[in-house]
């Protein structure tokens, strides 16, 4: 009897000695490397006053558009469900991305997702599996207004 119960503790202790390991957190470069991100804001803040709602002025067909951070650094775009133009293929490379500084610096180069031209680095404030939030002081020049000045802040949500 004191066999059978020696086993059966054994057995027992063995089970709980056997812990299931918790799966690797994601690493930054991972999370944006996965799934499709969409932009939900744009904007100019000057302090904390927003100068410019850039986004509210995108057209419909622009913020269904999503965006693949690619392995290769290269940023897919995708035109969404609403063509802005049907001659525009569904699927396009939209330029080039890089995540440097200790995961703290988003740059993009040739590309057209944001409203400033030019190859942009910007200082990443959030970045987790599902919100990519980007922020830089800038000068834009907008028609009508002239010269900005303030802080660009852009979000993208993961689809």
Do not use: R
Request: proline share 2%.
């Amino acid at each position: 009897m004191k066999k059978i119960a020696l086993i059966a503790l054994s057995f027992t202790l063995g089970l709980l000695a056997c812990k299931k390991d918790k799966p690797a957190e994601k690493t930054k470069l991972e999370m944006l490397n996965s799934g499709q991100w969409k932009i939900t804001e744009i904007y100019l803040a000057k302090d904390t006053v927003v100068a410019l709602d850039y986004y509210s002025t995108m057209e419909e067909c622009v913020k269904d558009n999503f965006f693949s951070f690619n392995a290769n650094y290269s940023i897919t775009s995708d035109e969404g469900a609403t063509k802005c133009d049907n001659s525009v293929a569904q699927t396009t490379t939209d330029g080039k991305w890089t995540l440097t500084n200790n995961d703290k610096t988003f740059t993009i180069e040739e590309s057209k997702i944001l409203p400033i031209s030019g190859n942009l680095s910007m200082s990443v404030s959030q970045l987790d599996n599902s919100t990519l939030k980007l922020s830089k002081d800038t000068t834009i020049v907008y028609p009508g207004v002239g010269n900005l000045s303030g802080t660009i802040h852009a979000t993208f949500k993961k689809k």
